[in-house]
């Protein structure tokens, strides 16, 4: 028997057993939040969200705080536990805000008070304060393991079903949506938020193209010394030819370091981890000590190596982020280069815009579901296509290998013409608080 067609509108009843009207298109469908099988087997639920990464967890909790429960298909047996670190803005800082797990994330990051350039010999190019170009700055680089934890643990028991991989998906004529997995489970939704990375079935379906490969590969490792680490708490960066490295103070023991080069093909996949740590440090041989040490003192299995990609979102040309109450997050919609450190606080950002916008039309407001998955889809449309640009642009301008541009680039353009202020306008979001839009 089917809970999820009840006729509209339905009493107000308590959170824990409560009905939400969905108005979908023109004809306005009821949620219930218990679970339900229909004739055939198939599950049936109401906000299915496909992975549980950075966006997935964050649209999770969001929605979680709205009163809107969700279940989140994760392809993976856990939580991804390993993996590096991820610098987050003040914007990305204004989302953890927003669903309140922003102080206790803070207490375990350092915040980072500027940068400095350098370049291949390690003679300072330019040095920056972030406070002093934009005192509502924020800047920490957060352990990835730590983030999706803190926010996994936001969400009820079970909210998470793991070594659940979404292999098909399938329309029907009411608008639902059946999602296959992997183990045989057939599922039944009432609304899917894909946020299963750059390599999304979701996507795919929707009739995205592939994310492109963008000519450069990035090696990321998380050095860690237990007596404490000895660096500053600033973002280092050196440029060389076509090839550039950073590293970043994590915390009192660990610090993040990346090398992005240039490679035409992405060569054979190589996951020894030791194998990795060695391609890294000869790339780097001849570069500041620094660096090396940090290499050296960072554990194998932390070590990764990345080929980096995006999608450009061509007006006109790239679906729109829903097809019907299907709608993308993060990078399944808008895979961008890290070149401006902007790919999980752009999907954060979604995620409480789409939360918002969800709930109000969940909660009795004038937009049926697809329309709110049409407004996430314009409003953040125009923030994250330009983002995916710019990225892209600073990352082609920062691997170039002509020594005369890189020499005009470290001698005349750093020093003298950069200027940080416009360099981190982009991180310049407001994000509105959650409401739930019942009280609207
Ligand atoms: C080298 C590098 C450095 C970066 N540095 C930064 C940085 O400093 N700051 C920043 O903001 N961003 C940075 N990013 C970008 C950031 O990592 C991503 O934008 C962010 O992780 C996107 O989160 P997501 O949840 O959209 O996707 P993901 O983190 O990729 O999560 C997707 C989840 O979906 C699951 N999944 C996939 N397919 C399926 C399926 N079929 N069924 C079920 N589950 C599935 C996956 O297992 C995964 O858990 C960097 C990226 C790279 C490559």
């Excluded at 994590?250 to 060695?278: E, H, M, Q, R």
Aim: charged fraction near 20%; glycine fraction near 8%; charge should be positive.
């Amino acid at each position: 028997m089917s809970l999820l067609l009840s006729s509209y509108p339905l009493q107000s009843l308590t959170k824990s057993n409560r009905w939400f009207p969905v108005r979908t298109g023109s004809k306005p469908v009821c949620l219930a939040l218990t679970r339900a099988q229909t004739s055939g087997g198939d599950q049936e639920e109401n906000v299915v969200i496909v992975g549980a990464g950075i966006g997935g967890l964050a649209t999770a909790v969001s929605l979680h705080r709205l009163g809107i429960r969700s279940v989140v298909l994760e392809q993976a047996e856990s939580l991804r536990t390993g993996g590096t670190s991820l610098t987050l803005f003040k914007n990305g800082w204004r989302v953890l805000d927003a669903i309140s797990v922003g102080p206790q994330l803070r207490t375990q990051f350092l915040e980072i008070e500027g940068m400095v350039v350098k370049n291949e010999e390690g003679s300072e190019l330019r040095s920056f304060k972030f406070k002093d170009e934009d005192q509502s700055q924020e800047v920490r680089a957060v352990e990835r393991r730590v983030l999706l934890e803190t926010l996994a643990s936001q969400l009820p028991p079970q909210a998470i079903r793991f070594s659940s991989k979404l292999e098909s998906i399938q329309s029907n004529a009411n608008g639902d949506t059946l999602l296959q997995l992997g183990d045989g489970t057939r599922l039944l939704a009432k609304i899917v938020i894909g946020c299963d990375g750059t390599r999304s079935k979701v996507a795919t379906w929707m009739g995205f193209s592939e994310p492109k490969y963008v000519g450069h590969c990035a090696f990321r490792g998380l050095g860690y010394y237990p007596n404490g680490q000895p660096f500053q708490k600033r973002v280092n960066y050196i440029y060389g030819r076509g090839l550039r490295a950073g590293y970043v103070p994590v915390s009192a023991t660990k610090v993040y370091w990346f090398i992005c080069f240039n490679s035409p093909s992405l060569g054979p996949k190589i996951t020894d981890p030791a194998i990795l740590k060695k391609q890294a440090k000869e790339m780097v041989s001849t570069w500041p000590e620094d660096l090396q040490n940090l290499i050296d003192s960072t554990p194998d299995e932390t070590i990764s190596r990345t080929p980096l990609v995006d999608r450009w979102l061509w007006p006109g040309i790239a679906p729109p982020a829903s097809k019907g109450r299907v709608v993308l997050v993060g990078d399944a919609w808008h895979p961008m280069t890290p070149n401006l450190g902007q790919g999980a606080c752009c999907a954060l950002e979604d995620s409480v815009v789409l939360a918002n916008k969800l709930a109000s039309s969940i909660n009795g407001g004038n937009e049926s579901v697809e329309a709110a998955m049409e407004s996430y889809g314009s409003e953040r449309w125009s923030r994250a296509f330009p983002l995916t640009v710019r990225a892209n642009l600073v990352g082609a301008l920062l691997q170039w290998d002509n020594p005369l541009v890189c020499s005009i680039r470290n001698n005349i353009v750093i020093p003298k013409l950069v200027k940080l202020g416009p360099m981190l306008e982009h991180t310049n979001f407001e994000c509105e608080p959650l409401y739930d839009g019942s009280k609207i």
